[in-house]
């Protein structure tokens, strides 16, 4: 969701920005309201033909007959085999959930000795499926990422991570949590407005 911000144009960009960085719990507030009211892609019914996200890019899904349940991907599809049709939603949600495991400690691991410089580290990093949020920071220092996360492209993912390590720096979004977000990663509102496009 892009925000428009109308100024004097006699206003100098810094002051402008530092306006807008005050402003930023709130935007982002309402950004998140309004996105309640944003209609959703329909539900996915896992059959061939079908697209579907991981990391960034589409694969076509082909769901196909088999002794056993398995998955395989190239670069253009993701091959599910099944004993029964109606069992391919559970498989893939699985392999996502697979795949998130793995792939989110991967991109975590490099963020995460970035910020020992902070003296800040998470105690562990959790998947766990949330209705609204894409991560969150537990009091105790515990990391906890949506699995949807790993149809978005890496940075998305970056994105995320980083924000959730700002918060165990700074724990609400005052103004030195999003100075220190900017620092760790510049284009970060590109790549928010990205994954809410993507998966919305």
Not at 130 to 147: A, D
């Amino acid at each position: 969701m892009d925000v428009f911000v109308k100024a004097p144009l006699n206003g100098s960009t810094e002051k402008i920005r530092t306006i807008v960085r005050k402003k930023a719990t709130w935007i982002i507030k309402q950004q998140n309201f309004f996105l309640g009211f944003f209609p959703k892609s329909p539900p996915k019914k896992y059959i061939s033909g079908e697209s579907h996200y991981y990391l960034g890019r589409q694969y076509k899904l082909r769901v196909i007959k088999a002794k056993r349940n398995n998955i395989h991907f190239n670069a253009r599809e993701i091959l599910v085999s099944v004993k029964e049709s109606s069992s391919a939603k559970t498989v893939v949600n699985i392999w996502y959930k697979e795949r998130a495991k793995i792939k989110f400690a991967e991109i975590a691991e490099p963020l995460i000795q970035r910020f020992k410089k902070y003296k800040v580290e998470p105690k562990s990093i959790w998947q766990q499926e949330m209705n609204r949020r894409w991560g969150s920071c537990t009091p105790k220092g515990k990391i906890i990422l949506n699995p949807e996360l790993i149809k978005a492209p890496k940075p998305c993912i970056e994105y995320v991570i980083i924000h959730e390590l700002c918060h165990l720096v700074h724990k609400n979004h005052t103004k030195k949590f999003f100075e220190l977000q900017v620092k760790e990663m510049p284009d970060w509102e590109r790549w928010k407005n990205k994954l809410e496009s993507l998966l919305a």
